[in-house]
Nanobody, 125 residues
Framework: QVQLVESGGGLVQAGGSLRLSCAAS??????????MGWFRHIPGKEREFVAA???????KYAQLVKDRFTVSRERGKYTAYLQMNSLKPEDTAVYYC?????????????????WGQGTQVTVSS
């Protein structure tokens, strides 16, 4: 069992920045949180992949955000971060942390092992 606790959401003006954090804990953390990632749910749309990172630092990004967002984690640790720069109103969404056994498993909605509770990000124009 793994638990994920997110923080860092909020309200920001267009062009601003926010950093989200996700801390994983639990008995099976070393296998269940090898990959950690971020998804977002925009009202009226499907939940979509944003970015992911594994314990060794390999990353994946959605094309829409790869030049503005950076995913990171301390090597070997189980806290992941999503630095979001140059935010746009269309980035407004609930952002969810995700954990899984591989990098690929946290890059697709259907294969995520554990979800966080979500944190609201609102970008005003």
């Amino acid at each position: 069992q793994v638990q994920l606790v997110e923080s860092g959401g909020g309200l920001v003006q267009a062009g601003g920045s926010l950093r989200l954090s996700c801390a994983a804990s639990g008995r099976t953390i070393s296998s269940s949180a090898y990959g950690m990632g971020w998804f977002r749910h925009i009202p009226g749309k499907e939940r979509e992949f944003v970015a992911a990172i594994n314990r060794m630092g390999a990353t994946k990004y959605a094309q829409l955000v790869k030049d503005r967002f950076t995913v990171s984690r301390e090597r070997g640790k189980y806290t992941a971060y999503l630095q979001m720069n140059s935010l746009k109103p269309e980035d407004t969404a609930v952002y969810y942390c995700a954990a899984g056994g591989t990098l690929d498993s946290v890059a697709q909605v259907w294969s995520v092992g554990t979800w966080g509770q979500g944190t609201q990000v609102t970008v005003s124009s």
